[in-house]
């Protein structure tokens, strides 16, 4: 059976991302988890702050290192003077102060910037959020979906959304990282996060357009596609995010409705090049096999074309 992984040049996901040629580095290659929250999939790596080992969730569609409060030392990390607030699209806020850190995905290690988090709450039009369900702070996890105790002490944002100077990047951004190949385990499998991969390891990839280079606008770490219907072979093409912190599939399409797929509607996600030509295309089922529940609402007055989050459907199916 063929491979199929995606690579991305200039922008971050995984099969493969590149974002900056790195002086002759040798391939890391670090055990990439999956655990089951709710019958739905995060998964997460073992990073090193300071000299605190902390199993910290991998999120593409996030960006940023953050460890939540009473996890660090004093010693593993100087608090700074900046605050920070980020907020996810469940609807938690975090909040609390940058500051600086020796970080390490395995042996690639180096100061960084990170979020040290202070206080967890919900934003104002999601005022329901996950954190609400989970008994106070103590019992908070990201990724953790509301359940207590569930979940992350830390999260490894690897989007490349801008930040503002002297506020978290990508961390492996931070280490010098040239590109990095994410594959995520099915149950049952290992998954792996390899860093500055070889070339033989990256054999067979499809690349894939930036859409900010296709559309002339779009949000960082998008690329072209279309979401189709099988049963009725209705489409949805703008902008995809693929977004390891996410199971599921939403679009907010301009003039759409809110209204989900009923389960097991079977579906087609074409990755294109943005003028009507597919690179590369899955099928899948919606619903829970796959990770794949599918809603589409109304997208803001400001966004000009459909936006879609695919949560992990791609990185499982190929």
């Not at 590369?280 to 074309?305: L, N, T």
């Amino acid at each position: 059976m063929k491979t199929l992984a995606i690579v991305f040049a200039g922008i971050g996901f995984a099969g493969l991302t590149s974002f900056r040629a790195p002086a002759s580095a040798e391939p890391v290659e670090l055990p990439l988890r999956q655990t089951l929250v709710k019958g739905n999939p995060i998964y997460s790596v073992t990073v090193r702050v300071g000299s605190k080992l902390i199993e910290t969730g991998v999120d593409t569609g996030s960006t940023g290192l953050r460890v939540l409060p009473n996890v660090l030392k004093a010693t593993d990390a100087q608090a700074g003077q900046t605050p920070e607030t980020y907020f996810y699209g469940s609807g938690i806020k975090i909040d609390g102060v940058v500051g600086t850190a020796q970080i390490a995905f395995g042996n690639r290690a180096g100061p960084a910037l990170i979020q040290m988090v202070r206080n967890v709450g919900c934003t104002e039009n999601q005022p329901k959020c996950p954190f609400t369900r989970v008994g106070g702070i103590e019992h908070y996890g990201i990724m953790g979906q509301g359940v207590p105790d569930a979940g992350f002490k830390a999260i490894a944002g690897l989007r490349f959304a801008p930040s503002p100077p002297g506020t978290p990047a990508n961390p492996l951004v931070q280490l010098g990282v040239g590109r990095y190949l994410i594959d995520l385990p099915r149950r049952g499998e290992k998954g792996r996060l390899v860093l500055d991969p070889a070339p033989e390891q990256t054999q067979n990839f499809v690349e894939l357009p930036k859409a900010q280079d296709v559309f002339g606008t779009a949000q960082a770490n998008t690329v072209p596609g279309c979401l189709v219907n099988l049963t009725n072979n209705q489409s949805i093409c703008g902008t995809m995010l693929l977004d390891t912190g996410a199971p599921g599939i939403s679009a907010k399409v301009p003039g759409g409705a809110n209204a989900d797929w009923p389960p097991n509607t079977p579906g087609r996600i074409i990755f294109g090049d943005g003028h009507g030509h597919p690179l590369a295309s899955m099928d899948f089922i919606a619903g829970p096999a796959q990770h794949a529940h599918v809603h589409v609402g109304a997208a803001p007055p400001d966004q000009p074309r459909a936006y879609m989050s695919i949560g992990v459907t791609p990185y499982l199916a190929f």
